[in-house]
């Protein structure tokens, strides 16, 4: 666990960057700190491994201060991410991802095969390996980035809007890789970014904060959605709001109906009873329709599935992609209702 | 000389300043003329490097030939073409060593033109002319300029080098000193030389603060 | 041409105290002095400055004005100063003339360096000298090189003008020649220093080729 205690930083012009900073960072979870430029997060998340010092307060890593500890020393164990993934240009990638390892003194082999492994684990041809980063495209450096941050297991990690410099497609497969990577590690994560998207997404606590290094709030991506604590946080958040706090209701509560079809409409299977479409009775031809997994995804996907089929039906899937049932507007509705968010309901 | 020998005598500098003064005059033609028709023929050379990369690596490639030639040696080779002890014999050497300085520089200069700027003046409809004279050369004034300090303070510098072959402008008083075993002259050149490349690297400096404005309204911001 | 063949066909020059191998094992031996004197204070200051960003403005603009010393005239006082015959503090000259090009190109390598690199670096848990010499020296490589380059052929071009109090040196053929009228000495003398520039310069383009990492000067092919 990171605490900060009242933490201060005060630049020697006046500026303060944070001001009187406390809160926790939960073990094994994914903490993002979120604001617009000038909020002071990126200076937050340096103090943590004393790229900056603090003016006033402190800083505790598992109940010691961090102050007591020899900078170089506390940074080896911390993996630490930034943006423009900051390879050295002169080394292979597999001497990038080993940095870390060498330092610690460890021997060469068990180094880069620590490297090898670490680059098939974020995703890469093990192939690159021989490569210089130039050579790499900026999404494939940034994971090699995220390599070496991991390659000497620390248990805590630091990430300094790490994917904001490549484009929204390659980004959203770095938030998955993130996602996965931290679903087998239970890293210590914390995260800054500017984009509040990102920050939901990933966070499993989000930190927002406001210009002069405030904290306004810091809950759970669901609870910030429902209840913001202030009209800054409420305008950060964003318009819909609403549509998107159902990414946290889970879809398994709805209510499905094993029967294949709604009144006047039924569901068309392929030969591994997966679904290809919706038919009007009486009629040739399928229409669109959307489907979502019972288990795994959210109410959101669920009203996303109905709203794309004629008959403003979703039809549920099981983890194979098989046909489970179908969830009618009726069901959908009291859900929505449940969840305290009818669409229109101003 | 015994050790009573002065390192300054001032009387002698007295007695002596008229021929000084011609000394300088002549330095100042010889050191000054290289660095100007070495910019007026970097200027169009380097912007066809910059324009047809395919020129840029001969270009330079030559010029660091050129650089790496002696001074003394060029002076020597040109001395039956254009004579023993003729400003010639020393401004044309000079003046390729002022291309070898400024030619990468106006390239690089120009290659400091962010493209978004290029593109965006494009899209703006300047011409390639306008956008040359109004866009390009601006941004890379700081550059060029850079190049410029270089070139003029070697050439002032490397001037004094031709009085071995008998017209050096300041130079001349370090073979007068040495040849009369006497400090005062020596020291007064190099004193001058010295001044003069001064003198004339704050010029540039200045030249640049009032060409590029916007360079210094972000330092002081 | 004729002056060429006279003087390089004249088989007393190859052999003998002023012989051609001699004179040029002289100059040899005195630019390599200079450079490395050059190297060894311009090369640590350098590094130090831009890896401290301290006195910077300061060196940098006693550099530029070192650059304006005329070598000839350092030459002729010192020797005047320090008597007929002294061979070292010729050397003085020469070290003022190569320490502007190396401590500016160290000093703006490292300087230059990007700003993500070093903040990786110190991220990474890399001291202060780590820092130096692991990451910001390999990736200014090119530049100190370039730097030294510089100096390197201009120590060999102006080594010639040593020979005018005396000193050995293929500047020798070239003083000589002027003094007794002998152009063919002369011009062989130019050729010969000009040659050992050129091959300077070529020693220097493959010393970058084995020096600098091909991650920096990109020229790494894909596999």
Same mark, same amino acid.
């Given at each position: 666990m990171i605490t900060f205690e009242g933490v201060t930083k005060r630049y020697g012009d006046g500026t303060v960057a944070v001001d009187n900073l406390s809160l926790q960072v939960p073990t094994g979870a994914i903490t993002v700190f979120v604001g617009p430029s000038g909020c002071g997060k990126t200076t937050s998340l340096r103090m943590i491994n004393r790229m900056i010092d603090a003016t006033e307060g402190r800083i505790l890593l598992d109940d010691q201060d961090i102050r007591e500890i020899d900078p170089p020393t506390l940074r080896r164990g911390i993996g630490y991410v930034i943006q423009q993934a900051g390879l050295f240009p002169h080394r292979k990638i597999v001497d990038n991802v080993a940095t870390v390892p060498y330092l610690l003194g460890w021997d060469k082999k068990k180094a880069r095969a620590r490297a090898m492994e670490l680059l098939e684990r974020v995703g *890469? %041809?093990?192939?690159? /390996?021989?490569?210089? !980063? @130039?050579? *790499? $495209?900026g999404g494939q450096q940034q994971r090699v980035g995220v390599a070496r941050a991991l390659a000497a297991d620390p248990p805590v990690l630091l990430m300094d809007e !790490? @994917? $904001? /410099?490549? %484009?929204p497609v390659v980004r959203a497969s770095l938030q998955d890789e993130l996602l996965r990577l931290q679903a087998e590690l239970h890293k210590t994560i914390v995260f800054v970014t500017h984009d509040i998207d990102e920050a939901i997404k990933l966070g499993d606590t989000v930190a927002v904060m406001r210009v002069g =290094?405030?904290?306004a709030q810091i809950a759970a991506p669901a609870t910030l959605l429902a209840e913001p604590a202030d009209a800054f946080v409420e305008g950060f958040l964003g318009k819909d709001r609403g549509i998107r706090r159902l990414s946290f209701v889970p879809a398994s509560g709805l209510a499905v109906s094993t029967e294949r079809g709604v009144p006047g409409w039924s569901v068309a299977l392929d030969e591994n009873e997966r679904p290809i479409g919706w038919r009007r009775d009486g009629a040739d031809g399928l229409q669109p329709f959307g489907t979502f997994d019972l288990k795994k995804d959210s109410l959101r996907t669920a009203l996303d599935a109905a709203l794309l089929a004629p008959p403003g039906s979703a039809i549920a899937v099981d983890g194979d992609g098989r046909f489970a049932g179908v969830v009618t507007r009726e069901a959908l509705d009291e859900a929505l209702r449940r969840a305290g968010q009818v669409p229109g309901d101003g | 000389m015994g050790d009573t020998e002065p390192l300054v005598r001032w009387d002698w500098i007295g007695r002596n300043w008229p021929g000084i003064q011609q000394l300088l005059t002549d330095h100042i033609v010889m050191a000054l003329v290289p660095v100007v028709l070495g910019l007026v023929i970097a200027l169009p050379l380097g912007l066809a490097s910059a324009r047809w990369r395919v020129l840029y690596q001969p270009t330079v490639g030559l010029m660091n030939v050129v650089y790496s030639l002696p001074s003394l040696a060029v002076f020597i080779v040109l001395i039956p073409i254009t004579g023993l002890a003729e400003r010639t014999t020393v401004i044309i050497p000079l003046t390729f060593y002022s291309l070898a300085v400024l030619i990468p520089a106006v390239v690089d200069g120009l290659g400091a033109v962010p493209d978004s700027v290029r593109q965006s003046a494009v899209a703006m409809g300047f011409g390639p002319m306008r956008r040359l004279l109004q866009v390009d050369l601006p941004i890379a004034v700081p550059v060029v300029l850079a190049g410029l300090r270089v070139a003029t303070v070697s050439s002032i510098s490397l001037v004094s080098v031709g009085a071995l072959i008998g017209r050096g402008g300041l130079g001349y008083l370090f073979i007068d000193g040495w040849q009369r075993q006497f400090y005062t002259p020596i020291v007064v050149g190099i004193v001058l030389v010295v001044a003069l490349a001064v003198l004339a690297d704050g010029l540039i400096v200045l030249a640049q603060r009032l060409l590029t404005p916007w360079a210094r309204a972000r330092r002081t911001a | 041409m004729n002056w060429l063949v006279d003087f390089f066909g004249n088989?007393?020059?190859? $052999?003998? $105290? #002023?012989?051609i191998p001699i004179r040029l094992l002289e100059h040899v031996e005195f630019s390599l002095a200079a450079l490395l004197l050059a190297m060894v204070i311009a090369i640590p200051l350098g590094l130090l400055i831009g890896h401290t960003r301290r006195g910077a403005v300061l060196v940098v603009v006693t550099a530029n004005a070192a650059r304006a010393l005329p070598t000839l005239g350092l030459v002729v006082l010192i020797v005047l100063l320090a008597g007929v015959g002294t061979t070292w503090p010729v050397l003085l000259p020469l070290v003022a003339l190569a320490i502007p090009p190396i401590l500016v190109n160290t000093y703006e390598g490292i300087r230059g360096v990007d700003e993500d690199l070093r903040d990786a670096a110190y991220g990474m848990g890399l001291r202060g000298r780590q820092v130096l010499l692991r990451v910001l020296v390999p990736v200014a490589l090119p530049l100190i090189l370039l730097g030294l380059r510089i100096a390197a052929i201009q120590v060999v071009a102006t080594a010639t003008v040593a020979a005018y109090v #005396? *000193? =050995? #040196?293929? =500047?020798r053929y070239i003083i000589d020649g002027l003094a007794t009228k002998d152009f063919p000495s002369t011009i062989g003398g130019a050729v010969l220093v000009a040659a050992l520039a050129l091959v300077v310069q070529l020693a220097f383009s493959l010393l970058q080729r084995v020096l600098v990492s091909p991650g920096v000067s990109r020229r790494a092919r894909v596999r």
């Open positions: *890469l %041809d093990t192939k690159l /390996a021989g490569r210089y !980063p @130039f050579q *790499l $495209s !790490p @994917f $904001s /410099a490549v %484009d =290094g405030h904290l | - | 088989r007393a020059n190859w $052999s003998g $105290s #002023g012989g #005396g *000193l =050995g #040196g293929l =500047g």
